[in-house]
């Protein structure tokens, strides 16, 4: 059984960084395109980040560009989301998903993952 736990959220002033992890437990690791989605209150989730198996391929949606960093370490299970110069924009859960799948362009869907986190927390203050 495959699970995904995040974990790293918190309260940070704007302009400040946090890094979210996310932990694949159940299957080999390196099996599994992940992606980071977040959702602000009283809007639709959207993609943040997405990354390849391999970690050769990374996407990352206009608004965090040169900001936030996708990155992945198999040998820890883990996936993280470094966020850096934080806006109050930016508050919102965060989830990580997992995709058993070959990366492609439908990386920012949500239909393309098989698996996601519970979600945690980012607030960023003014």
């Known amino acids: 059984q495959v699970r995904l736990v995040e974990s790293g959220g918190g309260l940070v002033q704007a302009g400040g960084s946090l890094r979210l992890s996310c932990e694949l437990s159940g299957h080999i690791f390196s099996s599994y395109a992940m992606g980071w989605f977040r959702q602000a209150p009283g809007k639709e989730r959207e993609s943040v980040a997405a990354?390849?198996?391999?970690?050769?391929?990374?996407y990352l949606t206009d608004s965090v560009k040169g900001r936030f960093t996708i990155s992945r370490d198999n040998a820890k299970n883990s996936a993280y989301l470094q966020m850096n110069s934080l806006k109050p924009e930016d508050t919102a859960v965060y989830y990580c998903a997992a995709a058993n799948k070959y990366f492609s362009g439908s990386v920012y869907s949500r239909t393309f993952y098989d698996y996601w986190g519970q979600g945690t927390q980012v607030t960023v203050s003014a």
């Open positions: 990354m390849s198996r391999s970690g050769s391929t990374t």
